[in-house]
């Protein structure tokens, strides 16, 4: 597919920031735009001249207190979509982060592939945090992941774009008999018959646009 995700960063350590490019360079449906930042300063720059549709943000940095950053970024673009990537942990800070809007968050101990997840979930406009702090995730954000699975709701964002089974099957590194036993799983919870119907049948209940 010719849609690819757009990713900015935000870390204090640009050796951090290096092998994480190079982890994302390895997933194609990931392109990371000239958009990593160090500093407050440079991220808010680059928040001014770059595009992004998913942004990855550490909590700590040398020149930010607490999550003001979050913040700073959520006051000038309410609709961004962040990823908080940190070392820190505790049930209180995955709680604040999605109060404040942040839509994954996904600890640095965590396999490296729970990122590419949490990145793909907040891009088709999923809330993704660890199995172990779901509870937290406000109810209304949780309503249509309880009906669709990460998979099929990611299935049925490219299917309303327009997307055949094989684009779908080379955008999320599954094998095409995967992609159309999951879209038999989607015509049958919505009770169609064929993709034209699933679509509108989507359309019509907002889980697509």
Not at 146 to 151: A, K, L, P, W
Request: proline share 2%; no cysteine; aromatic share 8%.
């Amino acid at each position: 597919m010719e849609k690819r995700i757009r990713v900015g960063i935000f870390d204090d350590h640009a050796f951090f920031i290096k092998g994480l490019t190079g982890f994302l360079d390895t997933y194609k449906d990931i392109i990371l735009v000239a958009f990593t930042a160090n500093t407050r300063e440079e991220l808010h720059k680059k928040l001014d001249t770059q595009t992004f549709d998913v942004l990855i943000m550490d909590v700590l940095a040398p020149d930010v207190t607490g999550l003001e950053l979050y913040v700073e970024v959520l006051k000038n673009q309410e609709s961004a979509r962040i990823v908080s990537y940190t070392s820190l942990r505790s049930e209180i800070l995955i709680e604040t982060l999605l109060s404040l809007g942040v839509k994954g968050y996904v600890n640095k101990n965590q396999a490296p592939e729970d990122l590419i997840e949490a990145i793909r979930d907040v891009f088709f406009g999923l809330t993704y945090v660890p199995e172990a702090y779901r509870s937290l995730i406000p109810e209304e954000d949780r309503k249509v992941k309880d009906i669709f699975t990460n998979r099929e709701f990611q299935i049925l964002q490219l299917i309303a774009k327009g997307a055949t089974s094989e684009q779908i099957a080379n955008e999320l590194q599954v094998s095409l008999r995967t992609i159309e036993n999951l879209k038999v799983t989607l015509f049958k919870k919505m009770e169609v018959k064929n993709a034209a119907e699933l679509i509108i049948a989507a359309g019509r209940l907002g889980y697509v646009s």
